[in-house]
């Protein structure tokens, strides 16, 4: 089973920079494929960026230019860079894993979930 655990949420103003962060364990975490999800207060949880165990990426057009996603298979860690944070940007932030060599973009494709980190951006 693949343990996933967010960091470096927090509160920031518009136009600042905040890197997330993904901590994974479990035996078969190298040929998962790891995304970034978030979810707006009364809003769908909706897909941000993922990246694949060979390192393909796939980002959202709202953040494609602000976003970047990248990983550190020998920390185990998949790292979210946030730059030109805007008020949209406010969300909870979860990382997810699926055991497929594939991005997908549907909450139902991935098998497991962190609990999610605050991202605030005041204007």
């Known amino acids: 089973q693949v343990l996933l655990a967010e960091s470096g949420g927090g509160l920031v103003q518009t136009g600042d920079s905040l890197r997330l962060s993904c901590a994974a364990s479990?035996?078969?975490?190298?040929?998962?494929?790891i995304a970034w999800f978030r979810q707006a207060s009364g809003k769908e949880r909706e897909f941000v960026a993922g990246i694949t165990s060979i390192n393909s990426v796939y980002i959202s057009d709202f953040v494609k230019g602000r976003f970047t996603i990248s990983r550190d298979k020998a920390e185990n860690t998949v790292l979210l860079q946030m730059n030109s944070l805007k008020s949209e940007d406010t969300a909870v932030y979860y990382c997810?894993?699926?055991?497929?060599?594939?991005?997908?973009?549907?909450?139902?494709?991935?098998?497991?979930w962190g609990q999610g980190t605050q991202v605030t951006v005041s204007s």
């Open positions: 997810a894993a699926r055991r497929r060599v594939a991005i997908a973009t549907a909450r139902s494709a991935y098998d497991y």
């Open positions: 479990g035996p078969t975490f190298s040929n998962n494929t």
